[in-house]
């Protein structure tokens, strides 16, 4: 059962989160072999603002525990965590990203809220862009609330676009890399 998690930075806690980069490293070793995706997110200005994980674990109880344990958190870094079931619409690791880390494009973390009828829950048609797509759920999985997409684009603009506007209450666009030990 896979979980998308954010975690989300509080404002001024960039020298917190850098005293704790091996803790948080160490952390996450431990789930190296769960882990679909991972890595940071900044603003347009490059400012670290946060974290995703994509994590195959097994269950919503593990999925907080992963979230919530995590050295960064406990220490009070972040604001808030967003932890939401997740379905893989690519079938594939991002570093199974035809890409690779290396690619020319810049990388976006789109998060699209939605409620009511699912919306994207096929990814659009040049998935050769696409590091990684899927829905967010409610915790049994039988609610859609929402779409997360990491994305290789040329732009936050065309990034976006890999959602359809009118379907979500809110989309965020936020500069994205490949995380992990290399």
């Known amino acids: 059962m896979e979980f998308f998690c954010y975690h ?8 917190l989160r850098e005293a704790l980069g091996e803790a948080h490293w ?10 679909r995706a ?16 994509i994590v195959d674990l097994p269950g919503p109880d593990a999925a907080r525990a992963f979230a919530f344990d995590e050295p960064c958190y406990q220490a009070g870094a972040y604001r808030d965590v967003l932890v939401r079931r997740w379905r893989d619409a ?14 020319d494009g810049d990388r976006y973390l789109v998060l699209g809220l939605g409620e009511g009828a699912a919306a994207d829950l096929e990814p659009p048609a040049d ?4 590091i990684a797509y899927g829905s967010l759920l409610s915790d049994d999985g039988g609610t ?15 990034a976006r676009a890999v959602l359809t506007e009118d379907r979500y209450t809110d989309i965020e666009v936020h500069h994205w890399q490949f995380g992990g030990r290399r």
């Open 127 to 130: 998935r050769d862009r696409l």
């Open 26 to 35: 160490s952390y996450m070793d431990t789930y190296a072999e769960r882990l």
């Open 144 to 158: 859609w609330v929402g779409t997360a997409a990491l994305v290789s684009a040329p732009d936050a603009d065309s």
């Open 38 to 53: 991972r890595g940071p997110v900044f603003t347009a200005d490059d400012v670290l603002v946060g974290s995703v994980h």
């Open 90 to 103: 690519l079938g594939r690791t991002m570093w199974e990203f035809p890409g690779g880390p290396d690619d």
């Open 8 to 15: 989300r930075d509080r404002t001024g806690s960039l020298p």
